[in-house]
């Protein structure tokens, strides 16, 4: 059985050890490793996109390998997170998004 992507990603099976945590409505991170949390996003541009035809419905994951870990209590990484799919820019700073 596929996962309910119109549910936040902490709900579909696989991610509920992964503890995603809700920084703004629509954005959460969650660590797979020590170092690199991975964020998940609600894209608005894909909220009329059937699901068939995207891969996790309207959410999006943004890696951040190519970023710094500043400190991960409270989270603060550099530069920016922009998600392409719809322009969506922040900061995650003092374990808030800060939108750019």
Do not use: Q
């Not at 820019?89 to 808030?96: A, E, Q």
């Amino acid at each position: 059985m596929s996962p309910d992507y119109s549910r936040p990603p902490k709900d579909w099976p696989g991610l509920e050890s992964v503890d995603l945590v809700e920084l703004t409505p629509g954005i959460f991170y969650g660590w797979l490793d020590e170092t690199n949390p991975i964020f998940w996003h609600r894209c608005a541009a894909l909220a009329d996109v059937p699901e068939e035809r995207t891969v996790h419905g309207p959410w999006r994951a943004a890696g951040t390998g190519a970023h710094t870990l500043v400190t991960r209590e409270p989270l603060h990484l550099e530069p920016s997170l922009l998600w392409k799919c719809c322009g969506t820019h922040g900061f995650v700073r003092d374990g808030k998004w800060i939108p750019a």
